[in-house]
């Protein structure tokens, strides 16, 4: 059981490649929203994709938190290792009525918005391996939350589709180990980028089935390029810099960036004097929740 009464936070990047200043933002929004609540702060290393991930990539993720001071307070968590614990989730789900095999591939099913849920009542092609999917047509609909800086959200689960659970090569996919993992280390509040703010319906979906606690969610304004897409490592978002002056630069982008009026003279500070400013300056209510485009005319965040 989840003592809700004691904060506890997290920030679980994908080592597909270095932080880049979007991951910057939001690593740092999760921290100072735990740190301004006398909570902990976790990190999770979300490495079930060995393609997506290239050696050493998880270590300079967790080299560059540092070199920012976002320290975090317990043994980082592997996602790569929790390959039983999620098993067992999916195993609960099939006895539930609620995950079924699918054979079937994107490109049989193209022409349509979402998956149309060909093998929920059997497998099409029995030959064929099998990914293993959520039934979002199940349980309590439609799902409803509220979101700590967006408000009331319901979605229907249904209209989203059935999610993928397990791949086809036997790859645990992000929606379930992303609520097991957050129940196994008792995360009462997930502070993340708006991008994610559609997937909660399936992850509290999955929560009630599998009887696991509910965080409380804050969704943060993405950060975008002047082109108005997000900044990702897919647009090829340049690396954080780790040399003190520009990681000082960076860090205080990052407070400006989350809308949190450092006073400029904050700027040449070192990083723990800049935390210890945001973290005793934190609000929320300050947070502006339209995405947040990069300045041409500051000097570049990646340089």
Do not use: C, F, H, M
């Given at each position: 059981m989840i003592d809700f009464a004691r904060y506890r936070g997290r920030f679980a990047p994908t080592p597909s490649g270095p932080l880049h200043f979007g991951s910057l933002v939001a690593a740092l929004g999760s921290y100072l929203d735990a740190r301004a609540a006398d909570g902990?702060?976790?990190?999770?290393?979300?490495?079930?994709?060995?393609?997506r991930c290239p050696?050493?990539?998880?270590?300079?993720?967790?080299?560059?938190?540092?070199?920012f001071g976002l320290e975090w307070d317990e043994a980082v968590m592997w996602q790569h290792t929790r390959g039983d614990a999620y098993q067992q989730a999916l195993d609960q789900l099939v006895q539930l009525g609620l995950a079924y095999p699918c054979s079937c591939s994107r490109k049989q099913w193209q022409a349509f918005v979402i998956y149309p849920g060909w093998c929920r009542d059997g497998v099409c092609d029995a030959?064929?391996?099998?990914?293993?999917?959520l039934r979002s047509d199940r349980g309590e609909r439609p799902i409803r939350w509220q979101d700590r800086l967006f408000g009331e959200q319901q979605f229907d689960p249904a209209e989203l589709g059935d999610v993928v659970l397990k791949r086809k090569d036997d790859?645990?996919?992000?929606?379930?180990?992303?609520v097991v993992d957050d129940a196994e280390q008792q995360i009462t509040d997930v502070v993340r980028g708006l991008d994610l703010l559609d997937n909660t319906p399936w992850q509290r979906q999955l929560q009630s089935a599998l009887q696991l606690p509910q965080p409380r969610y804050l969704h943060l304004p993405l950060i975008v390029t002047a082109e108005g897409q997000k900044l990702s490592k897919q647009n090829l978002a340049p690396a954080l810099a780790e040399d003190e002056q520009k990681v000082r630069q960076q860090l205080f982008q990052a407070l400006e960036a989350l809308d949190q009026a450092p006073p400029q003279e904050l700027a040449s500070e070192p990083s723990a004097t800049q935390l210890h400013w945001a973290v005793a300056n934190w609000s929320l209510a300050r947070l502006n929740p339209t995405a947040h485009r990069l300045n041409p005319s500051s000097p570049p965040v990646g340089d």
């Open positions: 902990q702060w976790l990190v999770r290393i979300e490495d079930i994709d060995p393609p050696e050493g990539a998880a270590s300079t993720i967790l080299r560059q938190l540092e070199t030959n064929k391996p099998v990914a293993w999917r790859l645990w996919a992000y929606q379930l180990a992303v």
